[in-house]
């Protein structure tokens, strides 16, 4: 199983998304699910994660600095199985890139983990302050523990 997370610049929500993850798999004993992350648009391609995101990662033991950001490639429509999008527009953005013979299912990271009501997004923190990242890391570390139990084929915890 590959799944990519994917927000608008890779910087702050994917990145997020891939740390909290990759720590709910290990958890779990699922290493073997391979996890990355990109952004639609290419304006911090190459740059760390924001310094807020660092932040509340490193707050609760996860060291995402070395992550970088990259830009969604078509090939990633044939080597992902999941491709799970932070909101409506890079989800709608994504469907109007995918080539007719995509193979990854694509849906918001919230409603495949089954984060409760159907159009749950994740907020972009980018503009706000602390908080906004804080509740962004509730929101991603929820939908990550569902994934995981959904991976298991277990029903997901209560949202």
Do not use: K
Not at 16 to 27: C, D, K, S
């Amino acid at each position: 199983m590959r799944i990519l997370f994917v927000c608008l610049g890779n910087i702050c929500r994917s990145p997020l998304a891939e740390g909290v993850l990759r720590r709910r798999l290990a958890e779990a004993g699922l290493e073997h699910v391979e996890i990355d992350s990109a952004g639609t648009g290419d304006w911090h391609v190459g740059q760390p994660p924001d310094s807020r995101t660092v932040a509340v990662a490193r707050a609760r033991g996860l060291d995402i600095s070395g992550l970088r950001a990259r830009q969604v490639h078509m090939d990633d429509f044939h080597a992902f199985d999941l491709i799970l999008c932070a909101d409506r527009s890079n989800l709608q953005a994504l469907r109007r890139l995918a080539p007719p013979d995509a193979r990854a299912e694509i849906a918001l990271i919230r409603d495949w983990a089954g984060a409760g009501q159907d159009g749950l997004e994740v907020p972009d923190p980018y503009t706000g302050g602390a908080e906004d990242f804080e509740a962004v890391h509730a929101m991603l570390d929820a939908a990550a523990e569902a994934i995981v139990a959904r991976l298991h084929g277990r029903p997901a915890p209560a949202a």
